[in-house]
């Protein structure tokens, strides 16, 4: 057996953080547990999830009869995570706040104060597992592998986390809660922004940042209606429009393909393959290599631009601190401020925050998807 380390889990009081403590103790380690409240603003809509979480907490730490610790990192939190998620809307992008509440939050703040309360290393309940060196693997279940939320991770962070539930499925791990009596074995997964949790969207954002009405506009200029703020909508997205069944138009349904913010217009185009939709490549400015560098400087691997989206065969190709990734087949929605993150097999190369895209063009995009393909054939 390994030697016994004194981890703290970050309890979040569902059932995941709870399982990989009791794994661990399981493991014969010494455990502790940490609640984490960051959000300050929990009673403005009556909205009191962290009370329920930190409840749950409780018990669970009860059941196990390990030391439950409680901090707020709200302030770190506002600095760090809230106010880069505010300032990518304002750009009119769409950001993805996991991503930095993972780096800057849970395993940063966090690992700083568990390190204050004399930890060797800290745990959490995400879907992923540790590879040599050490390298970010995806989680063995596919439907929650959770490597693509972990991609900015620095290696130090990597070398002092622990993340026993790697190696499962979901099902089993409500089952081995349920054999162990932990009280929230079915409690419903967590959704939401990050430490925020679920909100009417549209009318938190509108609490920090005003919303600029403006016009709904075709490719061409063509004007179908009004928009109530170019904040509120992400590319792709066909609900919320407002602007069906016009005279003038098919019945196909209508999609975000663009958002022009200096002319604050929603550009919309017709049926779900439209070519607008779609883009051959992307570019990030400034790439995350878990290892501290990339493979090499021209190489096939395989990415994905949204969590849970299945593995796209792409070739990357590394200019300073950005890639340039093109795909074998061109990539609907691919949206600004959502991030990329690349594979090579089951091992998380890194990723970067999506700067801007290449819309497909019907020849080029031929030729540069059997490049691709050859090249992945080759790896």
Known sequence: MKKSERIIVGLSGGVDSAVAALRLLE?????????????????????????????????????????????SFAREYWDRVFTHFLDEYRRGRTPNPDILCNSEIKFRAFLDHARALGADAIATGHYARLGPGPTLLRGTDPSKDQSYFLHALQQQQLRASRFPLGDLHKIEVREIAHRAGLPNFQRKDSTGICFIGERRFREFLSRYLPAQPGEIVTPEGKRLGRHQGLMFYTL?????????GRSDANDAPWYVAQKRLESNELVVVQGHDHPLLFSAALWVNRIHWIAGKPPSDHFAATAKVRYRQTDQACEAIVKGNGVEVRFA?????????????????????????I???????????????????????MA
């Not at 609907?332 to 089951?346: E, I």
């Open 355 to 377: 700067e801007t895209t290449k819309p497909t063009r019907s020849a080029d995009t031929h030729l540069a998807g059997e490049e691709i393909r050859r090249n992945t054939k």
């Open 236 to 244: 792709g997205q066909r609900q919320g429009l407002g602007i069906g």
């Open 27 to 71: 493991q014969g380690h010494r455990v502790e547990g940490l609640f984490m409240k960051n959000w300050d603003d929990d009673d403005a809509d009556g909205h009191c999830a962290a009370a329920e979480d930190l409840e749950e907490a409780r018990r669970v730490a009860d059941t196990l009869g390990i030391a439950l610790h409680k901090v």
């Open 329 to 353: 087949s061109p990539q609907r929605a691919v949206t600004p401020g959502q991030s990329l993150v690349l594979y090579a097999g089951d091992v998380c190369l890194g990723g970067g925050v």
